[in-house]
């Protein structure tokens, strides 16, 4: 499938250890997130080295996340045993700690495959982050290799990007920033945003 944006995203269902360290068999994703707009990020494994530098920055931007209204799940091919261990381990040790966010054991592989994420020789998910709109379909994904750490401030601004446009109407320009102007989608439009803000691009 490649490209999921413009879709609806996957729906599945899987054991998952919650936000507040409750382990849970059967974590639905649609019926979790609905209405909500949501981040979906994947991440090869557990208990590695990339990994929990990505966790914790998610973790301490959670409030800024809550504070737009969105979801944040985890997702990784571990078991919600050793995300639990994970979350039990501190961060001096190599832990994430207790992350306020849900994780997701997918270890059928079926949601990475779903999300079409899957290395094809490593057999775990590259680093992709979906943002997902309040009515389910994928506004935003970006994948990194797995030597490539993400950028979590970017999936911020993108829901910011994403939430102003749903609110006023206008499309947002390269770099756009909250509190930044917006752009009428229309030659005139483009033509009055780049007469007053072309020189800052």
């Known amino acids: 499938m490649g490209v999921l944006v413009g879709r609806k995203a996957p729906d599945f269902t899987a054991a998952a250890v919650l936000g507040n360290g409750e382990i849970v068999e059967d974590y639905n994703f649609a019926e979790a997130t609905k209405g909500k707009p949501t981040v979906v990020f994947f991440y090869p494994l557990d208990f590695t080295f990339v990994c929990p530098s990505e966790l914790i920055a998610f973790d301490h931007r959670l409030e800024e996340f809550k504070k737009r ?82 950028n979590v401030d970017e999936m911020i601004r993108m829901v910011d990007a994403l939430q102003f446009h749903e609110e006023h109407g206008e499309v947002c320009p390269a770099g756009w920033n909250q509190g930044d102007k917006g752009m009428d989608a229309s030659p005139e439009g483009v033509a009055k945003y780049l007469s007053e803000e072309g020189d800052k691009l």
């Open 69 to 150: 209204g969105v979801e944040v799940v985890g997702v990784s091919i571990d078991s919600h045993f050793t995300h639990n261990a994970w979350r039990n381990t501190a961060i001096n040790d190599g832990g994430i700690g207790q992350v306020g966010y849900t994780l997701v054991a997918d270890v059928k592989h079926e949601i990475c495959q779903a999300f079409d994420v899957e290395h094809p020789e490593a057999g775990v998910a590259f680093r992709g982050s979906f943002l997902i709109d309040k009515d389910g379909t994928v506004r935003h994904q970006v994948v990194n290799d797995l030597p490539l750490g993400r």
